[in-house]
């Protein structure tokens, strides 16, 4: 079987890695020459849009997914016409614009923080005036990683964001006073069945998520089946085939939706070696219509990002439990080039391998 990647960034050869156990064989379109998944597989060098080599990328593919949630729709439409594309263009279309996907929570009944659409310098002082601040001001598409946001804290800071971000279709949304953040990735298969992860926790610095622990400890009873449903309703609404990632605020006993993905995630990376099957496994099963895996932890994991720079190997794998993915990519500010699953046997020993961890990835330093 022939899998096609929309996309072939650090997620789509990580799909590729989990595939080929499973005799799977790939092929990534992705516009940049240096894709960390070029290596995998074949390649097809080409813009999003341009259909010609789209039409070419698709002959002899028995399913097309995507990796990245930014391709055109009218991509993902086209491709719809010719293959098997899971997830549908209609999940693509949903997570493309934050508005969208805020009006989708609410349709759903899933809690999440009061927002507006700001097209205008007049919504702005409208919205501020009737959610109060602080609040946080964001591109309602392309935004990651805490790109094109900006927190409003007081009235002074309202301008200045304006100068920043004006211009293109934006949202404001209240400052949720969360107590941790939390995410939950679930997959769904052709046939509807639904599986979930365990609730985990993330750590997130300037936007860019820095460190998922998993399973989240201290989740109060009843939480763990709450986000399950909030997001088997996302699943469900759109007949979703895939992994799913939601990402949540936790407030006491309340979870409030802040963001959704259609495709594995980076909060869901700990399942490589800290679950009984990966979300990249488990996502391929599900396109493929294959049985769907395990979601149990195994043991306990953190997961570390490494941004901006590559630490020694050696290094890394002296830390017990350690396992060190790279994505071959070149290191830059703010730029995730791979990761370190941490697994033990426990919480307990897990903080203390995570400490002797962070020594060696942030030796600056960093506080956790
Ligand atoms: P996002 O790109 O929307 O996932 O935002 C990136 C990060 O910014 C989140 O993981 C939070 O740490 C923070 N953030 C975003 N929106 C809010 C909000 N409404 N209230 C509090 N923190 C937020």
Known sequence: MKVGIL???????????AGYPLGLRFRFLDPKGDAPARPLGEFVRARFDDLDAVAAFVEGLDVVTWEF?????????????????????AALEQAQDRLTEKKAFQALGIPRAPCRAVDSRQD????????????????????????????LATSADVEEAWEALGGTPLLLEGLVPFERELSIVGVRGRS???????LVENDHEEGILVRTRAPAEDVPAGLQKLAEGY?????????????????????GEELLANEM??????SGHWTQEGARTSQFENHLRAVLGLPLGETEAVGWTA???????VPSASAVLRVPGAHLHLYDKAPRKGRKVG??????????????????????VMPDGVTM
């Open 69 to 89: 949630e930014n391709v055109p729709i009218s991509t993902a439409r086209f491709l719809a016409e010719r293959v098997v594309v899971r997830p549908g263009p």
């Open 124 to 151: 702005l002082l409208r919205a501020r005036t009737e959610l109060r601040l602080p609040a946080v001001l964001k591109t309602r598409r392309m935004g990651y990683d805490g790109k094109g946001q900006r927190v």
């Open 7 to 17: 996309g072939g960034g650090q997620l789509g050869r990580m799909l590729a890695l």
């Open 192 to 198: 509807g069945e639904t599986r979930f992860y365990p």
């Open 303 to 309: 997961m570390v990002n490494l941004i901006g720079r």
């Open 231 to 251: 997001l088997r309703r996302l699943l469900e609404a759109v007949d979703y085939v895939g992994v799913m990632a939601l990402e949540l605020f936790q407030v």
């Open 261 to 266: 993905a259609p495709r594995v995630h980076n």
């Open 339 to 360: 990761h370190v699953n941490v697994r033990a046997s426990d919480v307990r020993e897990g903080e203390q391998r995570l400490r002797a961890l962070t020594r060696v």
